[in-house]
């Protein structure tokens, strides 16, 4: 019976770092134990309102006096409406202090945030690593581009990130998970307007 409690690892927290840290874990063998305080979320199954039309929402889709009343910091940005409202931790529930604006917008179950964020992630370049000698305020890092692009690679083809192949020295292109026929067809309008524009496909 005891053997059942023991576990090499404990993470707490599904979220992007917890739900990172468990798969890696598993994946090399270790027994690990999940603590997460939201409620279940089934990929897939549970994302019941995943693709309905705007019509189909009492609101279309959008945010009611009512919402802007509960979620007083939510309602600073984008996320608070009635598409994904159920995902949002209550921010009547759960307040907390600002001595300045701090934007803290919480999703309490299964998978956290990682259900929620827009897969923008920035890989550093080389210029980055070696920015502090060369604004002389500190070291260089210990390590380079070079040592860290595999491991870039590495979480990008799991975790899908958007954007564009753009071959930047310094923003290097990301693996990306993306419809690379919406940033053609993009860029083409664009280019007609003589502008250039890095394209990225929020899901
Ligand atoms: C709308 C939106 C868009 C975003 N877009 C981007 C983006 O494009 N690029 C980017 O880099 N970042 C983005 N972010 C930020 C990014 O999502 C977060 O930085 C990231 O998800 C944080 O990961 P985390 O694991 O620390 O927290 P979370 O993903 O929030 O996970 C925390 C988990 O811990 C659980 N938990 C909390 N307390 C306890 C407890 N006491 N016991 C057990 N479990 C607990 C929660 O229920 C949750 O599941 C975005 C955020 C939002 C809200």
Redesign the pocket.
């Known amino acids: 019976m005891a053997d059942n409690n023991t576990f090499d690892a404990i993470v707490?927290?599904?979220?992007?770092?917890?739900?990172w840290a468990a798969k890696e874990l598993t994946e090399r063998g270790l027994n690990t134990i999940m603590?997460?305080?939201?409620f279940n979320i089934e990929h897939g199954k549970d994302y019941e309102k995943s693709n309905r039309p705007v019509w189909e929402y009492p609101h279309r889709g959008g945010r009611t006096q009512q919402m802007i009343a509960d979620y007083p910091h939510l309602k600073r940005?984008?996320?608070l409406n009635e598409r994904n409202l159920h995902y949002w931790a209550s921010d009547k529930d759960n307040p907390y202090t600002e001595t300045k604006r701090f934007d803290w917008?919480?999703?309490?179950?299964?998978?956290?945030?990682?259900l929620?964020?827009?897969?923008?992630?920035y890989r550093w370049s080389e210029i980055d690593f070696k920015a502090n000698e060369k604004d002389g305020i500190a070291i260089p890092w210990p390590i380079g581009y070079k040592d860290i692009e595999p491991w870039y690679t590495h979480v990008e083809k799991f975790a899908g990130i958007q954007g564009s192949y753009e071959n930047l020295p310094q923003l290097p292109d990301s693996h990306f998970f993306c419809r690379q026929w919406i940033s053609i067809l993009l860029r083409k309008m664009w280019h007609r307007r003589s502008k250039h524009i890095i394209i990225i496909n929020v899901h």
């Open positions: 707490v927290g599904s979220g992007i770092s917890g739900g603590l997460e305080r939201g940005d984008y996320p917008f919480r999703g309490y179950h299964v998978g956290g945030r990682s929620m964020w827009g897969r923008q992630s």
